[in-house]
């Protein structure tokens, strides 16, 4: 059977160095590289097969968000893990960020060599969150973009200036808007903001 080439990453050498150990006295895996950046993880798997990353959530510089973002354009990206603690909804931020699997900082050895040979095989691995729930809140159909667009609106922010921080023509903005107000269903700038508030979106 085919190793399983894997990618760690982590800003703490001492947890690298022990992570390491962990894959390579396991024959299912093989440990491709290493990296402490979010930039030095993508410079590498642009470059390298990799089939599964495992990235600490505040990896330097640009953060295990952006960089799961990032690589969801290319084809060829490996399947991404990550792992820290299980409070503030994190599990769910891997998962709407484009995750294949969640593992607890505190949870067993096995369970992330489990975690990790399971989104190998396809599998989409989050134990602590219920789906179901996430589905029922239309907060979460947001793209990642419409989110930043409605935290925004929420500070108060007019067109010009939504266009102006986020890059974008007006236009652009009272498209996306639109479509925030259609999935929130919402006919207005005060709707949305108070609906954002009440479901307290990180």
Known sequence: MEQIKIMLADSNPLVLSAMSEIFERDARFSLVATSATAEGFLGTVMRVPVDVGVLDWNLPVLGAAKL???LREHVSAPKLIVYGDTAAELPRLAMQAGAAGFVPRSGPVEGLLQTCAEVASG??????????TMQQDPIHSLSQKERAILEALSKGLSNRDLSKQLDISTNTVKFHLS???DKLSVRTRAQAIAYYYASKMP
């Open 68 to 70: 799961i973002e990032v």
């Open 123 to 132: 599998k989409m691995v989050f134990p602590f969150i219920d789906v179901r």
């Open 179 to 181: 479509n925030i107000y």
